[in-house]
């Protein structure tokens, strides 16, 4: 079993830094690919960044030049720094991790995080 623990949302003024913070843990051999996707209310979920094992890193259009997607291999943990926040970045978001739960099996599974709720508002 896997759990992905999403930590670090909350409200913040437009132009202002939030960094999300997403742990994993269970049964876990290997990490593949992880990433944070947002959802505002009447949209559909969409991509925000990205980022392999290797650390190559895909950002949405939106987000490009404001937000940093790292990982952090030895803690099982990505995080989303945030900058440079706008009203319309206000959106659940939920982290996502394709893991590999045993060494012996080589398949993967992806596991989201439960969400956390980043509100951009003066």
């Known amino acids: 079993q896997v759990q992905l623990v999403e930590s670090g949302g909350g409200l913040v003024q437009p132009g202002g830094s939030l960094r999300l913070s997403c742990a994993a843990s269970g049964s876990i051999f290997s990490i593949y690919a992880m990433g944070w996707y947002r959802q505002a209310p009447g949209t559909q979920r969409e991509l925000v960044a990205s980022i392999t094992s290797g650390g190559s890193t895909n950002y949405a259009d939106s987000v490009k030049g404001r937000f940093t997607i790292y990982r952090d291999n030895v803690k099982n943990t990505v995080y989303l720094q945030m900058n440079s926040l706008k009203p319309e970045d206000t959106a659940v978001y939920y982290c996502?991790?394709?893991?590999?739960?045993?060494?012996?099996?080589?398949?993967?599974?992806?596991?989201w995080g439960q969400g956390t709720q980043v509100t951009v508002s003066s």
């Open positions: 996502k991790a394709n893991i590999q739960n045993y060494y012996y099996d080589v398949r993967s599974l992806d596991y």
